[in-house]
């Protein structure tokens, strides 16, 4: 038997898919989805459900920190280089620390953090630190909140 020519096989194939588009039927003939409901706010439905999984969104309130360090000496800098990741709540409540113990806080934010803080403005920053309100005045009476400044935390 002589295989079929090619224009014989082409032939074929489009009546196949005609049949095939014509069994599926136009896309305005397909049940279209139900619509949403419409919530209160008129902004889209905070549920979806589907096959017996429903997900709901809702709205939680996170607490809005925007502390600053207080202006003083080098706030500007100090401001500009730590407010970045966290509040400056993060520093104003620590306990009293020595001036080695935010070096020490310093690097680990440097080293292990990513903090795009120059070399060169470390000591400033440490000044800053040591001075600000709640850690002048006395001997330092905290200790570091981490030992080991430069090991990352683990992820256990
Ligand atoms: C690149 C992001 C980033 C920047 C910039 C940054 N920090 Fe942090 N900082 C962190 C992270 C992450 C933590 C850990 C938060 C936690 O444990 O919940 C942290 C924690 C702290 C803590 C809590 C004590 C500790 O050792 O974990 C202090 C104090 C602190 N930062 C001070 C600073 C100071 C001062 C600067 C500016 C020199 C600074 N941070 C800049 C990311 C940053």
């Not at 902004?43 to 459900?49: I, K, M």
């Not at 080098?74 to 113990?101: F, G, I, K, Y």
Request: glycine share 8%.
């Amino acid at each position: 038997m002589r295989a079929p020519s090619t224009g014989l096989l082409a032939g074929g194939v489009i009546a196949l898919t005609a049949i095939v588009l014509v069994l599926v039927g136009a896309p305005h003939d397909r049940p279209s989805p139900p619509p949403r409901a419409p919530s209160a706010t008129g902004v889209p439905a905070s549920s979806v459900g589907a096959r017996g999984v429903r997900l709901t969104s809702t709205a939680i309130e996170l607490p809005a920190d925007e502390a600053i360090f207080p202006e003083g000496p080098r706030s500007d800098l100090v401001n500009a280089n730590c407010t970045a990741c966290h509040s400056a709540s993060m520093a104003l409540d620590q306990p009293r620390l020595s001036a080695e113990q935010w070096r020490a806080t310093v690097t680990k934010m440097r080293e292990v953090y990513k903090a795009p803080v120059r070399a060169a403005d470390v000591d400033a920053i440490v000044q800053y630190l040591v001075g600000m309100p709640g850690q002048s005045g006395g001997a330092p009476s905290g200790s570091a909140q981490d030992p080991a400044p430069n090991v990352p935390p683990s992820r256990s």
